[in-house]
T-cell receptor
Framework: DSGVTQTPKHLITATGQRVTLRCSPR?????VYWYQQSLDQGLQFLIQ???????AKGNILERFSAQQFPDLHSELNLSSLELGDSALYFC?????????????FGPGTRLTVL | DQQVKQNSPSLSVQEGRISILNCDYT??????FLWYKKYPAEGPTFLIS?????DKNEDGRFTVFLNKSAKHLSLHIVPSQPGDSAVYFC??????????FGQGTRLTINP
């Protein structure tokens, strides 16, 4: 158990819909990262927040957005969903803001868009 | 543009032998490299890392080698154990910023 929790574990929805994925980082961790893992693909970095502020952006679509709240939990919002958005979405956390610090990953949310 | 590539989707090794997982990169600006391991239904876990100022880093049964001229990274596991069966991802970073991951290699250790 990494100490990072993600809800829900599974999500099935239809094209055009909007969903919210939630992540609670390890106690004391200020950085939260979001990653997408599509079928047969590696982890694609989406976005990083550090202590409530956006820190770094990766290959995140404009239809996707995220935020980190004062209690440090984070939400990833995916809208106008397409079939290609079906993937595993991981959240990770770390103490500091540097991405090379050990990141602790949650178990992921599997999103299926039908 | 795949900046970090793991060209072997899978690898099968006998228990007790050496496992060698390879990773190639194209961006010469990468200055830090990491390996993560992933079991099914779990998130990845950090395994070992290396800075570009080194060419080798060892942690128990795990050793990472970096060949900057060849832009090549490898992870050696010796001796391999059944619990090492997992998917291994290499990742790279420029200036401690966002990580770029490879596609992963599924390692199977056979008894």
């Amino acid at each position: 158990d990494s100490g990072v929790t993600q809800t829900p574990k599974h999500l099935i929805t239809a094209t055009g819909q909007r969903v919210t994925l939630r992540c609670s980082p390890r106690s004391g961790d200020l950085s939260v990262y979001w990653y997408q893992q599509s079928l047969d693909q590696g982890l694609q970095f989406l976005i990083q927040y550090y202590n409530g502020e956006e820190r770094a952006k990766g290959n995140i679509l404009e239809r996707f957005s995220a935020q980190q709240f004062p209690d440090l939990h984070s939400e990833l919002n995916l809208s106008s969903l397409e079939l290609g958005d079906s993937a595993l979405y991981f959240c990770a956390s770390s103490v500091n803001l540097e991405a090379i610090d050990e990141q602790f990953f949650g178990p992921g949310t599997r999103l299926t868009v039908l | 543009d795949q900046q970090v590539k793991q060209n072997s989707p899978s690898l099968s090794v006998q228990e007790g032998r050496i496992s060698i997982l390879n990773c190639d990169y194209t961006n010469s600006m990468f200055d830090y490299f990491l390996w993560y391991k992933k079991y099914p239904a779990e998130g990845p876990t950090f395994l070992i890392s290396i800075s570009s100022i080194k060419d080798k880093n060892e942690d128990g049964r795990f050793t990472v080698f970096l060949n900057k001229s060849a832009k090549h990274l490898s992870l050696h596991i010796v001796p391999s154990q059944p619990g090492d069966s997992a998917v291994y991802f290499c990742a790279a970073s420029v200036g401690a910023q966002k990580l770029v991951f490879g596609q992963g290699t599924r390692l199977t250790i056979n008894p």
